[in-house]
């Protein structure tokens, strides 16, 4: 089993920043690919960006690309979120999410992760 809880939410300015933590207990998070999606009211829950268990390799939407960087600290069993020139559509609870690994084939697929965090709102206002 592995837990994880996000934090760092909160209002923010059109433009500004914010930095989401993803904290983790439970089995060896180094083990773990780590994916963060989004959802918004009335929408789909989507895919932000995600992180290779071995190689580092990150995927991003289209939409955050060159404004989200997806990190992870290992020795803190931390993942992060690093999200600046925010945008109103950036508004949304931003969940995170274990998977065993992902690919450029399936990172963005929901199904490939087994473990959630409780969310955490970002509302960006205009």
Do not use: H
């Amino acid at each position: 089993q592995v837990q994880l809880v996000e934090s760092g939410g909160g209002l923010v300015q059109a433009g500004g920043s914010l930095r989401l933590s993803c904290a983790a207990s439970g089995r060896t998070f180094s083990n773990y690919a780590m994916g963060w999606f989004r959802q918004a009211p009335g929408q789909e829950r989507d895919a932000v960006a995600a992180i290779r268990w071995r190689g580092g390799s990150q995927y991003y939407a289209d939409s955050v690309k060159g404004r989200f960087t997806i990190s992870r600290d290992n020795a803190k069993n931390t993942v992060y979120l690093q999200m600046n020139s925010l945008k109103p559509e950036d508004t949304a609870v931003y969940y995170c999410a274990a998977a065993p690994d992902v690919y450029r084939s399936n990172w963005y697929a929901s199904s490939n992760y087994d473990y959630w965090g409780q969310g955490t709102q970002v509302t960006v206002s205009s």
